[in-house]
């Protein structure tokens, strides 16, 4: 209860999108309106090179300055704002799905153009384990795109998801004339490459006002009309209750690159988001308003210059109070740590703080202390859940090249995986060793570091898996008839759970068809 206005002015969020979708943009959009920044570009110069697939080096030192700008808070009309940045590189997709844990809301960002893909389902799946509240934002309306009713029947059905528009654009690509705000019933008129002022709203009284038609003329005033009434019938009054509850997605409309819509964006995020929200344990529920303090870390950030092995261990504090130098609980270690330096990332002066509320996110200096989803407390025994470990994609058989390192080489690979650069698996009974990643950068850079922190040389041979399941059954003896059969596609993840390796989709239908008793999981959680 003491902290309660700090945790009602903090808002936790991340933007996330498919590459290209406006991801970057949108957030340099939002941090000049926060005055986190002063000048356009200044976001984009940190951003990793989406293409460059085969340079990880270039990735990881571009990734390297990014860390300053992993967390980027700001304040806007009295709140506090953390946004949490998510590689826009598929390859650390997995960076980015542990992102979504340590936020209490999300803004989804979706090419009028290309709408819903790849990525775009996977970040939703994410969202909806978690029943993380999600707000929509149609972005490029200054290109020619699908037809607004389209796109949102489109995100309906793929991202499975009721959609409520709070904001509609009048016509598309070089007929954009601008969106009418249906919530407070304005309307916001766009000029191509000019930033929108306050002029360029006009409060409108109702849909058949002859403003409407004297601006936007005849044809698109009774069409806007129409629609709008149509969207009226259709969806009703917005309730905030379904969004929060992560059911209902409230849908804006506009151009980033433009500036146009973000500020009916931010304005209504920030009116609507939900404050830092309580978390699951192993133990009970935690509140954040909550005296004592608790957290958890949900990424790892290794430095890759070899003369400075320090890693940043990011924190998100759920509960109480965090202070400098005091002495917390490490549950796993069932040690007391304290740190000295914590680190803020305030995108101004990034710089040591003295405390940290719930929603806060902090740079903890580890020297090999922390793996994801460890807990800190004042001393009670808990875990935080909902931390989830997700299927990897391409697998490869680890081959020591050097066996008087094999201890290195097995130290390496568990402290990388503890970092979540990588899932490790081995053959259930066997020492037959397994990387499984999202992408095939992270084999360059498990490669890399192995030789340069471990002095543990590797190489990789590629295996014909196309997915890893955790495999529960209560019927033990079923699921050890099963172990039997497919023991060459049956390994143990580093937490010992069983896991089935399956060669491709229709193989996996066959294994579960064949076994009912046996249940067959794409994400396994680092705590129950
Ligand atoms: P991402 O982080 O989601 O990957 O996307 P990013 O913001 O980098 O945007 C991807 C491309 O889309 C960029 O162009 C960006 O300028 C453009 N873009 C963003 N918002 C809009 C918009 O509202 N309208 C239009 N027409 N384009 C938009 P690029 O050519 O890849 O990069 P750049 O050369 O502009 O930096």
Redesign the pocket.
Known sequence: MKFDTEIQKRRTFAII??????????TEKFLLFGGAIQTAGAV?SN?IK?HATSDFMEIERQRGISVATSVMSFEYRHMLVNLLDTP?HKDFAEDTYRTLTAVDSVIL?VDCVKGVEEQTRRLMEVCRMRDTPVIVFI?????DGKAPFDLLDEIEKELSIHLHPLTWPIGMGKDFKGVYNLYDQSLLLFHANQKATEEDILPIQHLQDATLSSVLGERDASMLAEEAGLIEGVYGAFEAVPYLAGKTAPVFF?????N?GVKELLDTFIRIAPEPRGRETTARPVEADEDKFSGFIFKIHANLDPKHRDRIAFLRVCSGRFERNRFYHHVRLDKEVRFSNPYTFLARDKDVIQEAFPGDVIGLFDTGNFKIGDTLTEGEEFYFTGIPSFSPEIFKEVINKDPMRTKQLEKGLLQLTDEGVAQLFTQHNGNRKIIGCVGDLQFEVIQYRLLQEYGASVQFNSLPFYKACWITSEHTAKLEEFIRFKSGNVVQDKDEHLVYLAQSEWYLNTERNNHPDIQFHFTSEIHK
């Open positions: 999108s498919h590459p290209d979708a406006g991801k970057t943009t949108l984009k951003k989406k826009g960002v972005n490029k309306l200054d290109r506009g151009s980033a690159i433009n146009f």
